[in-house]
C-alpha cells in the first residue's frame, strides 16, 4: 500500500509488528499529514509498529517531536509499541531526546519491542433496539471470564453510550471489541464513519444518552481515531484498582 501527502509517503506492510516506511520531506506543510498518516497506520496494527525514517529529510530537527506525539498516543491506544529505525547518525542525534526507541535495522527493532500480554475479543452487533442490550450482555460475559467482574458494571456503561453513538450519528453496524492487558481494560466501537466523535455539552442531564460525558466520568482515558480505511473507532479505558 502506497499513501501519498503532498512531499511526504508512507509505505506501510502489515505484519505482526507492522513495519512502514516513511519517504520524502518532513517540514511544517507535511507536519500534520505524516502525523495523522502514522495514527492511521498504528490504529490498523494490533502488536506493534516499526517504522523506517531512514528516506525521510528532516529539514526541522524540532519536527521530530512527530514521532514522540504519535508514540505517546499510540501508548494510550491502541496500547502498541512503536518504534524508529534508521542508520543515519544526524537522524538519530535528532531523536536522542524524543523518548521514542531508535534502532539501527528492522531486526534489532522487532526483537526490542516489548509485548506485553494481552486479550482481545470482538462482536459485530445488528442495527437493532436490541444492540444496546446485546452489549451490555457482552461485556458482562467477558468481564466475568477474564476475572474482572468489578470493571463490569462501568465497561457496560461505556460500551452502552458508544454503541448507541454509533447508532445514533451513523449508518453503520458497530463492532465492539474488548482488550484486556495488564490492569487496563479497554472498550471499543468501530464504525464507518470517518466523522470524528465530539463531547458535546449542554445535555439535558435526566435525559437518555448521556453519551461522551459519562464516558468521561468513568474512563481513565478516551478518544476518537480514524482508522486508514477511512472510519473510526471510539474507545475508553478502564483501570482496575
Known amino acids: 500500500m502506497l499513501a501519498r501527502h503532498s512531499s511526504v509517503w508512507l509505505v506501510s506492510r502489515r505484519g505482526a509488528p507492522a513495519r512502514a516506511s516513511v519517504v520524502g520531506v518532513l517540514d511544517r506543510t507535511t507536519y500534520p499529514q505524516l502525523r495523522d498518516r502514522l495514527l492511521e497506520f498504528a490504529a490498523d496494527s494490533e502488536d506493534g509498529v516499526v517504522v523506517d525514517i531512514e528516506r525521510l529529510e528532516l529539514r526541522d530537527r524540532a519536527l521530530a517531536r512527530v514521532f514522540t506525539l504519535v508514540a505517546r498516543r499510540v501508548g494510550d491506544w491502541p496500547a502498541i509499541p512503536f518504534a524508529l529505525v534508521t ?129 468521561t466520568k468513568v474512563a481513565k482515558l478516551w478518544g476518537s481515531s480514524r482508522s486508514g480505511s477511512g472510519g473510526k473507532t471510539v474507545w475508553a479505558v478502564l483501570a482496575r484498582r
Do not use: K
Not at 528492522?106 to 509485548?115: F, G, Q, V, W, Y
Not at 468489578?150 to 445514533?168: G, K, P, S, Y
Open 87 to 215: 542508520g543515519r547518525p544526524e537522524q538519530r542525534a535528532a531523536l536522542v531526546d524524543r523518548r521514542v526507541p531508535v534502532y539501527p535495522d528492522h531486526d534489532t527493532a522487532e526483537a526490542a519491542l516489548p509485548r506485553p500480554a494481552r486479550r482481545r475479543v470482538s462482536r459485530l452487533l445488528a442495527r437493532s433496539p436490541l444492540a444496546s442490550a446485546s452489549a451490555r450482555g457482552f461485556v458482562r460475559g467477558v468481564c466475568g471470564e477474564w476475572m474482572v467482574p468489578e470493571l463490569a458494571e462501568d465497561a457496560e456503561l461505556i460500551a452502552t453510550e458508544l454503541v448507541e453513538n454509533a447508532l445514533r450519528h451513523t449508518d453503520s453496524v458497530p463492532r465492539l471489541r474488548l482488550e484486556l492487558r495488564r490492569r487496563m481494560l479497554t472498550v471499543e466501537v468501530a464504525d464507518e464513519s470517518a466523522r470524528p466523535a465530539v463531547l458535546r455539552e449542554g445535555l439535558d442531564p435526566v435525559a437518555a444518552g448521556l453519551g461522551l460525558r459519562l464516558v
